[in-house]
């Protein structure tokens, strides 16, 4: 299975996003990564739904709304309606997963479960057959530009095997925080077949450059079951 780069708009100028998105676009990256947060389940602030609506008009590349939100139960519809692909949940945020992972899916939009890097993967397990993506956060949410956690990675590992036990092919495990030329290669290793870049890709002046150079950082690199 191909690697697949979301380009996290978060390291993007949100004064220049619309040209930002373009650049990603153009440099070859599977999808767009959307940061929303909403200071309450992480320290920072981000976009909504207006801002992801108006997104949504500037490119074709697929759209995921990563939700660090405490309610995400009030913006999956939103989200939905602004057109975004993916929207992916925290399983810290709310205390029914499933049924929320299933309203997604009934909205007509690909449902994604993340964990943080203190959440045990045994709280995704039962996820699994009805998510299309695992998000591995691989920092603390909040921040770009954080340093990658290496004890997160045989959490990689632990999805991936589930999945791959249960004939889940199809379901794409990401990894979000700190991915770079350095730490992709032991990302994928791991387990992950999506790899999540801000900083590496945006805090670049070459956007297409930093986009090649992470794929070819894992080229040839193969997590073995
Ligand atoms: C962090 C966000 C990430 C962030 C990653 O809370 O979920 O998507 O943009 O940024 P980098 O790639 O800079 O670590
Ligand atoms: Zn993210």
Not at 54 to 77: G, N, Q, S
Request: aromatic residues 4%; hydrophobic residues 45%; proline residues 5%.
């Amino acid at each position: 299975m191909r690697v697949k780069i979301a380009a996290s708009i978060l390291s993007a100028d949100f004064a220049r996003l619309a040209e930002d998105i373009k650049r990603v676009e153009s440099a070859g990256v599977d999808l767009l990564h959307i940061d929303v947060m909403d200071a309450h389940f992480v320290p920072n602030m981000t976009i909504g739904p207006p801002v992801v609506k108006c997104i949504r008009k500037e490119t074709k590349l697929p759209l995921e709304a990563h939700l660090m939100v405490d309610k995400p139960e009030w913006f999956v519809e939103e989200m939905a309606k602004a057109g975004v692909d993916i929207v992916t949940i925290h399983v810290e945020s709310t205390s029914r997963p499933l049924s929320l992972v299933n309203r997604i899916r009934k909205l007509g939009v690909k449902p994604g479960v993340s964990i943080n890097p203190a959440t045990k993967v045994n709280r995704v397990t039962r996820l699994l057959d009805d998510v299309d993506i695992v998000l591995v956060m691989t920092v603390n949410p909040g921040f770009g530009a954080q340093r990658f956690m290496l004890e997160t990675l045989p959490k990689i590992t632990a999805v991936r095997r589930s999945l791959f036990s249960r004939g889940l092919d199809n379901v794409d495990v990401a990894v979000d925080g700190g991915v770079n030329v350095k730490t992709a290669p032991l990302a994928v290793k791991a387990g992950a077949t999506m790899l999540v870049a801000g900083s590496a890709i945006y805090g670049s002046n070459n956007v297409a450059k930093a986009v090649k150079d992470l794929r070819r950082s894992v080229e040839g690199v193969y997590w073995k079951p």
